[in-house]
């Protein structure tokens, strides 16, 4: 999966995750990831119960599926082609990051515009975002910033299913990340984990659409100024139905191991 499409996941499911759950929501759309002008296209669903959330997603022709459990720290990244499932410590990972990439470097801003867009019976304000946040990976210092727009569905009625979701987000300890994402990338990891308490009292997301850039002298700076990437996100259909308790547990007959982390990952 390309670092791209990992920090395209990231920001959708961390909008999906700020927002306020007690019953289940599945949200179903795609997903694009814009680099050297050539633009792909991804399916995506998450599924929400309590402090569990599932998201599957299709990326270059290739099923892909993660698991959090919010509530003990835990996150698993499950591959079906090679029956595997590798599970990750949120709790280690979220140490990790704030060595590098300290959160109270962090600049977010969220001002709404006052324009509007339909998702079935929601109503989507949209709201303009901008972050920054210096970091270092490896020798290299760098600032991220992340630039865009998000569409944010508010006092729907399915908002106040998912209010336990809430209370974590606003717990010090709260940490939502796609493994892969922080350990090469703590910036964003800890930008996109942030922007859920932003959202969270803001109501459902329909969509997104950001771009991704680095500051910086080095060689990672320097090769992402020539790739400029945008990111896009949108949910084109949503349900409360009740969903399986299997669905957030790894599937019988896979192969469970530790997750890989660099050398040094707090463990």
Request: aromatic fraction near 8%; include cysteine.
């Amino acid at each position: 999966m390309t670092k791209s499409r990992r920090v395209l996941s990231t920001l959708a499911l961390l909008t999906v995750a700020a927002s306020p759950a007690t019953a289940d929501l599945t949200m179903s759309g795609y997903s694009t990831i814009g680099s050297f002008g050539m633009p792909m296209s991804g399916q995506e669903q998450i599924m929400i119960h309590k402090t569990s959330i599932r998201r599957d997603f299709v990326d270059r022709g290739r099923a892909y599926t993660h698991l959090f459990d919010l509530a003990t720290h835990q996150a698993v990244v499950l591959d079906p082609l090679f029956r595997r499932a590798d599970v990750y410590d949120l709790g280690a990972i979220r140490t990790n990051t704030e060595v590098s990439a300290p959160v109270n470097k962090l600049k977010l801003e969220i001002e709404r515009t006052g324009r509007t867009q339909a998702l079935h019976d929601w109503s989507c304000s949209e709201y303009n975002l901008t972050a920054s946040m210096p970091a270092v990976i490896g020798t290299e210092e760098i600032i991220f910033h992340l630039k865009g727009q998000v569409w944010i569905a508010e006092h729907a009625p399915e908002e106040a299913e998912l209010k336990d979701l809430v209370k974590l987000a606003k717990r010090p300890d709260f940490f939502l990340t796609i493994p892969q994402i922080a350990s090469v990338m703590p910036a964003q990891a800890r930008s996109m984990s942030e922007l859920v308490r932003k959202l969270a009292p803001k109501g459902l997301p329909c969509a997104g659409q950001v771009d991704v850039s680095y500051e910086g002298n080095g060689p990672l700076a320097n090769l992402a100024r020539k790739m400029p990437t945008r990111l896009g996100f949108e949910f084109q259909s949503y349900s409360t139905k009740p969903i399986p308790a299997e669905a957030f547990s790894i599937p019988p007959g896979y192969q469970t191991v530790q997750g890989q982390l660099p050398a040094g990952f707090p463990r």
